[in-house]
Structures are given as structure tokens and as C-alpha cells.
């Protein structure tokens, strides 16, 4: 097939042989990887790199005429809270991409109205408040103590560190006000949930879905306090940090068949809820009592290999040029034979 790989980019005026450069030189990116994978399952591959001009999307794609766009999208302009954006165009000018629409992203990507939607739906979420920019932070909120203040709109873990983690009002206030300066944007405080922190994919669409094998985030126990066991950025993504706090991503110890069935259920019902599609990651905490809490989605997650939804396909079955394909298969089928 002809699939175009369309993300955002800091490069001006990068076209497609300049892309391939970076394929070429195993640049570790999401995209360049998803492009070398589709090249290496026999597709023809063009990719298309937005700065600042979505009309040169559109005339790229039009001139193209691709059977599929595979999204990587990571935000517009820099900015993460913007992933919708390029998607956004996307449906708008009727081309088949992989991946979430834009309502599933924006729905999931706001902390606080997610978690109103799947508590509706029944799914245990934590106790939380929005600060809005203008609230004011130092009434003692209606929650238990302690509570973790996050962006209201960020990924990756951004603006938590373990100062994150707050045990009265005054704490709260300073925490709050911190994100509100340094991110711009509302913040979330809730209640913080002690336990396991599991990562849960997701493949498929309607009904059809399937959980990959659980990874989680262990913490060795003699270098952390309960409090620092959250997926902090450094947590993430700093490995010096990483191996001074015994901190490893491994496929789930053994959970309870009772919980591991619950977080099943719960996941398909959050997939659906969030209008999630392709492809999701599931944040859960599981306590000591096995009460599963679903603490965040992510409907653009990490799909770069060797990192977790890859290696959760993987533990599936499917190496990573297969996981790609698998995308690809997918997101064709929702579109049905005239795609």
C-alpha cells in the first residue's frame, strides 16, 4: 500500500528525502522507526514532516494520494496539549489515518474530564479537583490527604516530580501555583492511591479488543518511600535517576486472576468510554486489598520500539514490524473495503 507518515516537526522546509536521511541513520523516534517498519513490510512510504503549515499537509497528502496516513503526531508547534491538531485536518479532508480521532484525544488528554467519564461509566477514579487559573488553592479541598497535583493537560509525566505528592493545604497551594506558572495551564489534584503502577495496552476497536501483557513500573522498595512510587518525568525517563531509585520497567508480577480479569473489564469499558481507537495505553494502580483504580488514559501512547506498548506486542507475539503492520490493519478495516 502507499502510506504516508505524517507528524510534527521543528524542521522548516524538511520533505521526504530529508526524513529518509534520518531512517536511514536509525534516528530512535517513533516516526522514523513506524516509517522504517512500513518500508521493511513492503509499503511505499512518504513522509511528511508539519512545522507551521497545515496547507502543505494538505497538498502533500492530495499529490501523494495514499492509501492509509499513519499519525505520528506528538503535538503542534511544540505543544503536546495540540496532537489533535494534524488529525483534526485529517478528518476534516476525509483521509484514513491510524489512531484516535481528535475527540478521544482531547476527552482523554484532560484529566479531569476523563475521569468524570469513567466514573459515569462505573470505573473506580480517584478524588480529585481542577484549579482552574484563576481558582484560588488555598480553601482545603473535599479529598483525603495525601494528593498528587499533576497539569491538567500534560503527558509523559510531565510537571510530576516528587514534590508532586502533597500532604496539607499549604503544600497543595505552592504545588498548584507552581503548575499554573510554569506550564500555563489548569492543574488536578487528587487523591493519591498507594499500590502497584501497571501499564496496560490496548489493540482493536469496537468490541474487538485485546490486552496485551500488563507492564509495570517496579520501584525497589529499600531506596523509595511509598510516596516517591509514582511515575515521576525522572521516574521515566532519566536513567541516572532511574538506576540510583531501583526503578525498572518489567512485565506485571503476578497479579490475582479476580484483579487481572477486573482490569480487563475495566480497560475494554475505559477503551469504548474515551471513543479510543487502534491502539491506547491504560494507567491503573493496584492496591494491596487488589481494588484496581484507573488513574489516566493515553490515546497517543509511546509506540517507539523497545519501549512498552512495543515490548507488550512483542510479549504478544508480534515483533515490531508486525505490531506496526498490525496498526495499519486495523485503522484499514474501520474504513472498510473503499478505504
Known amino acids: ?17 530529508d526524513f529518509k536521511k534520518e531512517v536511514t541513520a536509525e534516528v530512535e523516534e517513533p516516526k522514523y522507526e513506524v516509517a522504517e517498519a512500513l518500508m521493511a513490510n513492503s509499503h511505499d512510504v512518504l513522509l511528511i514532516g508539519v512545522h507551521d503549515n497545515l496547507t502543505h ?29 494534524l488529525p483534526a485536518v485529517l478528518e476534516a479532508e476525509g483521509f484514513p489515518y491510524t489512531g484516535t480521532a481528535p475527540i478521544g484525544l482531547l476527552t482523554s488528554r484532560n484529566k479531569g474530564m476523563s475521569k468524570k467519564l469513567l466514573g459515569y461509566h462505573g470505573i473506580r477514579v480517584p478524588g480529585f479537583v481542577t484549579y482552574r487559573l484563576t481558582d484560588d488553592p488555598t480553601s482545603p479541598p473535599d ?59 490496548v489493540l482493536g476497536n469496537a468490541r474487538q479488543l485485546q490486552v496485551l501483557p500488563i507492564v509495570e513500573m517496579v520501584f525497589d522498595k529499600a531506596r523509595t518511600n511509598p510516596y516517591e512510587r509514582i511515575a515521576t518525568k525522572a521516574a521515566k525517563w532519566n536513567v541516572p535517576y532511574r538506576e540510583r531509585k531501583g526503578i525498572r520497567n518489567v ?7 479476580a484483579a487481572l480479569e477486573q482490569i480487563e473489564e475495566i480497560c475494554h469499558t475505559a477503551f469504548r468510554a474515551l ?31 523497545g ?14 514490524y508486525a505490531f506496526v503492520e498490525r496498526l495499519v490493519t486495523m485503522a484499514m478495516e474501520r474504513y472498510g473495503p473503499e478505504a
Request: glycine share 4%; hydrophobic share 45%; net charge negative.
Open 251 to 257: 512485565f506485571a508480577r503476578p497479579i490475582a486472576q
Open 57 to 85: 499537509l494538505i497538498e502533500r497528502i492530495q499529490q501523494y494520494d495514499p492509501d492509509l496516513v499513519f499519525n505520528c503526531a506528538e503535538g503542534f508547534h511544540g505543544d503536546s496539549r495540540l496532537d489533535y491538531v
Open 143 to 201: 479529598l483525603t490527604f495525601p494528593l498528587i497535583v499533576k497539569p491538567l493537560q500534560e503527558d509523559a509525566s510531565a510537571g510530576i516530580a516528587k514534590a508532586s505528592v502533597v500532604h496539607d493545604v499549604e503544600h497543595l497551594a505552592e504545588r498548584v501555583t507552581h503548575i499554573r506558572d510554569s506550564f500555563g495551564q489548569p492543574a488536578i489534584a487528587e487523591e493519591f492511591i498507594e499500590g502497584r503502577e501497571l501499564y496496560v495496552s
Open 1 to 17: 500500500m502507499k502510506v504516508a507518515v505524517v507528524f510534527d516537526t521543528p524542521y522548516d522546509g524538511w520533505e521526504d528525502e
Open 307 to 320: 519501549h512498552d506498548m512495543a515490548n507488550a506486542a512483542e510479549k504478544a507475539g508480534m515483533d515490531y
Open 275 to 305: 471513543w479510543l481507537r487502534d491502539y491506547a495505553r491504560l494507567d491503573v494502580r493496584l492496591t494491596t486489598e487488589n481494588e484496581v483504580w484507573m488513574i489516566e488514559a493515553n490515546a497517543n501512547p509511546f509506540i517507539s520500539f
